[in-house]
Protein backbone atom coordinates (compact mmCIF):
# COMPACT_ATOMS: atom_id res chain seq x y z
CA UNK A 1 0.00 0.00 0.00
CA UNK A 2 1.58 3.23 -0.84
CA UNK A 3 2.30 6.20 1.42
CA UNK A 4 3.20 9.49 2.01
CA UNK A 5 5.13 10.81 5.04
CA UNK A 6 4.19 14.80 5.87
CA UNK A 7 5.44 16.63 8.39
CA UNK A 8 3.12 18.36 10.63
CA UNK A 9 3.99 21.98 9.57
CA UNK A 10 3.63 20.52 5.52
CA UNK A 11 0.18 19.32 6.77
CA UNK A 12 -0.26 22.68 8.54
CA UNK A 13 0.53 24.65 5.38
CA UNK A 14 -1.80 22.60 3.65
CA UNK A 15 -5.06 23.56 5.92
CA UNK A 16 -5.43 20.60 7.36
CA UNK A 17 -7.58 19.02 9.19
CA UNK A 18 -9.78 22.03 9.75
CA UNK A 19 -8.58 25.17 7.08
CA UNK A 20 -8.55 23.67 4.15
CA UNK A 21 -9.90 25.89 1.46
CA UNK A 22 -13.78 25.57 -0.37
CA UNK A 23 -13.45 23.46 -3.87
CA UNK A 24 -14.46 27.08 -5.32
CA UNK A 25 -11.11 28.50 -4.22
CA UNK A 26 -9.12 25.68 -4.85
CA UNK A 27 -9.95 25.56 -8.42
CA UNK A 28 -8.75 29.13 -8.92
CA UNK A 29 -5.85 28.03 -6.53
CA UNK A 30 -4.17 24.96 -7.90
CA UNK A 31 -1.31 24.99 -5.20
CA UNK A 32 -4.63 24.40 -2.08
CA UNK A 33 -5.01 20.98 -1.03
CA UNK A 34 -9.13 20.03 -1.78
CA UNK A 35 -11.00 17.95 0.78
CA UNK A 36 -12.63 14.88 -0.67
CA UNK A 37 -13.70 12.76 2.39
CA UNK A 38 -14.02 13.55 5.92
CA UNK A 39 -15.75 10.88 8.27
CA UNK A 40 -15.57 9.94 12.27
CA UNK A 41 -14.34 7.05 12.80
CA UNK A 42 -14.10 6.18 16.12
CA UNK A 43 -14.49 8.09 19.80
CA UNK A 44 -12.58 7.47 22.76
CA UNK A 45 -12.89 8.69 26.14
CA UNK A 46 -11.94 12.78 25.17
CA UNK A 47 -11.10 12.68 21.69
CA UNK A 48 -12.90 11.99 18.56
CA UNK A 49 -11.00 9.92 15.52
CA UNK A 50 -11.48 11.12 12.54
CA UNK A 51 -10.30 9.94 8.73
CA UNK A 52 -9.82 12.65 6.37
CA UNK A 53 -9.41 12.34 2.57
CA UNK A 54 -7.41 15.25 0.44
CA UNK A 55 -5.88 15.64 -2.66
CA UNK A 56 -2.66 17.06 -2.42
CA UNK A 57 -1.80 19.89 -4.90
CA UNK A 58 1.87 19.03 -5.85
CA UNK A 59 1.12 15.39 -7.38
CA UNK A 60 -2.93 15.19 -7.76
CA UNK A 61 -2.84 11.87 -5.54
CA UNK A 62 -5.85 11.63 -3.09
CA UNK A 63 -4.48 10.60 0.73
CA UNK A 64 -6.06 9.33 3.39
CA UNK A 65 -4.94 10.70 7.43
CA UNK A 66 -6.27 10.13 10.81
CA UNK A 67 -6.68 13.04 13.30
CA UNK A 68 -8.41 13.63 16.45
CA UNK A 69 -10.32 16.50 17.90
CA UNK A 70 -10.73 17.32 21.59
CA UNK A 71 -14.67 16.32 22.92
CA UNK A 72 -15.13 19.01 24.77
CA UNK A 73 -13.93 22.51 24.91
CA UNK A 74 -11.43 21.61 27.65
CA UNK A 75 -9.40 19.30 25.40
CA UNK A 76 -6.16 20.92 24.23
CA UNK A 77 -5.34 18.09 21.70
CA UNK A 78 -3.40 18.69 18.49
CA UNK A 79 -4.98 17.17 15.97
CA UNK A 80 -1.80 15.13 15.33
CA UNK A 81 -1.75 14.22 19.13
CA UNK A 82 -0.83 10.66 17.91
CA UNK A 83 1.75 10.91 16.16
CA UNK A 84 5.25 11.94 16.02
CA UNK A 85 6.69 14.74 14.00
CA UNK A 86 5.43 13.35 11.06
CA UNK A 87 2.33 11.84 10.02
CA UNK A 88 1.83 8.99 7.24
CA UNK A 89 -0.49 9.18 4.36
CA UNK A 90 -2.19 5.78 2.64
CA UNK A 91 -2.65 6.88 -1.00
CA UNK A 92 -6.07 6.18 -1.64
CA UNK A 93 -8.56 5.93 -4.20
CA UNK A 94 -12.59 5.96 -4.74
CA UNK A 95 -14.46 2.67 -5.48
CA UNK A 96 -18.44 1.94 -5.48
CA UNK A 97 -20.19 0.23 -2.83
CA UNK A 98 -23.60 -0.47 -2.32
CA UNK A 99 -25.51 0.06 0.86
CA UNK A 100 -28.26 -1.16 2.48
CA UNK A 101 -30.61 1.24 4.29
CA UNK A 102 -33.90 0.58 6.51
CA UNK A 103 -36.68 2.45 6.51
CA UNK A 104 -40.29 2.06 8.06
CA UNK A 105 -42.53 -0.33 7.09
CA UNK A 106 -46.70 1.52 5.90
CA UNK A 107 -49.13 0.25 8.06
CA UNK A 108 -51.13 -2.71 6.57
CA UNK A 109 -54.60 -3.95 6.86
CA UNK A 110 -54.93 -6.69 9.05
CA UNK A 111 -56.85 -9.93 6.58
CA UNK A 112 -58.81 -12.20 8.86
CA UNK A 113 -57.98 -15.77 7.97
CA UNK A 114 -60.20 -16.89 5.17
CA UNK A 115 -63.28 -20.31 6.23
CA UNK A 116 -62.84 -23.03 4.57
CA UNK A 117 -66.11 -23.57 2.83
CA UNK A 118 -65.61 -27.92 2.66
CA UNK A 119 -67.66 -29.95 4.58
CA UNK A 120 -66.11 -30.79 8.29
CA UNK A 121 -63.79 -28.07 8.63
CA UNK A 122 -63.65 -25.26 10.09
CA UNK A 123 -61.43 -22.07 10.46
CA UNK A 124 -59.54 -21.70 14.20
CA UNK A 125 -59.13 -18.05 15.24
CA UNK A 126 -56.78 -17.88 18.00
CA UNK A 127 -56.38 -15.11 20.42
CA UNK A 128 -53.92 -13.11 17.96
CA UNK A 129 -56.68 -13.31 15.31
CA UNK A 130 -59.60 -12.45 17.19
CA UNK A 131 -58.26 -9.19 18.49
CA UNK A 132 -58.11 -10.60 22.34
Keep these: MP ?7 ELDALGLPDDMPS ?4 AKYPEAAVELHREQVDSRRWVSVHELVFRAPDDGKAYR ?5 GLTEHQDVSPWEYEGD ?11 RRTIAWCAVEPREEQQ ?19 Q
Design 3 to 9: TRTFTRA
Design 23 to 26: AEYA
Design 65 to 69: VTYVA
Design 86 to 96: TVDAVEVEPYE
Design 113 to 131: PEADDRPGRTAHIGPKEAG
